[in-house]
C-alpha cells in the first residue's frame, strides 16, 4: 500500500478534484482486529459447548455484533439470548482488544490525508467500551480524525443515518479534533 500511496503522492492529477472528507470503517479496514475477534469467538463458543467456529467464519465477518452472535447462538444452538453471548464476549474482547494492530498503511493514509485537509472520520459498530479500548492503544492515530461515531445509544444502527450525520458534520466544517459523537444528532 506504500508503494501506492507514494505513487499517488506524486500523481498531480490525483489531487486536482481535491477530496474534502473521508469516512472510514475501522474494523478491518484501519485496525486489523479479525484474528482478535475469531480468537474470542472460538474461546466463547468453547466456553458454552459448540463445535468449530470456522464453519461459521465467512458468515460472521462484516456483520454487527448483534447478527453475530444470533448466527452463532443458532449455529450451534446455544440456550443463550443475544445479550448473554454479547456479555461474555464483550468482556473478554475487552482485555485483548489493546493488541489490534493498525493495518499496514493505514496510518501513512490518514497521516497524508490529514496533512492535505482532508476531514476524516470513523463510523464504526464497534460499542463505546470497545471503541474506547481501541483508541486508547493508539492515541495518536485517533488524534487525526474529526470524528469517531459509535453505536451508543443506538438501537438497529442505520449505517446510512451515521454516514449522513457524520458526512454532514464533514462537510459542515469542525474543529479538526476527535469529538465522541455517542450522542451526535443524526
Do not use: C
Not at 445479550?83 to 461474555?88: D, V
Not at 438501537?155 to 479538526?176: A, Q, R, V
Amino acid at each position: 500500500m506504500r508503494d501506492e500511496l507514494s505513487s499517488l503522492k506524486e500523481q498531480p492529477l490525483f489531487w486536482q478534484n481535491k477530496m474534502v472528507a473521508v469516512i472510514f470503517d475501522l474494523d478491518g479496514t484501519l485496525l486489523d482486529t479479525e484474528t482478535i475477534y475469531l480468537e474470542v469467538e472460538k474461546e466463547i463458543v468453547s466456553k458454552f459447548g459448540g463445535g468449530d467456529v470456522t464453519e461459521v467464519t465467512h458468515k460472521l465477518l462484516g456483520t454487527t455484533e448483534s447478527r453475530t452472535a444470533e448466527i452463532i447462538i443458532d449455529h450451534f444452538k446455544f440456550d443463550l439470548t443475544v445479550e448473554q453471548y454479547l456479555k461474555a464476549r464483550n468482556s473478554k474482547l475487552l482485555e485483548i482488544v489493546h493488541r489490534a494492530q493498525l493495518l499496514p498503511g493505514a496510518d501513512e493514509l490518514v497521516s497524508h490525508l490529514s496533512s492535505r485537509g482532508v476531514k476524516i472520520a470513523i463510523a464504526t459498530s464497534s460499542p463505546t467500551a470497545l471503541l474506547a479500548a481501541k483508541r486508547e492503544a493508539h492515541p495518536d492515530f485517533f488524534s487525526k480524525f474529526l470524528a469517531v461515531r459509535d453505536t451508543a445509544g443506538l438501537i438497529n444502527l442505520d449505517f446510512m443515518t451515521t454516514f449522513k450525520g457524520l458526512t454532514l458534520l464533514l462537510l459542515n466544517g469542525g474543529s479538526g479534533k476527535l469529538k465522541n459523537l455517542s450522542n451526535f444528532d443524526r
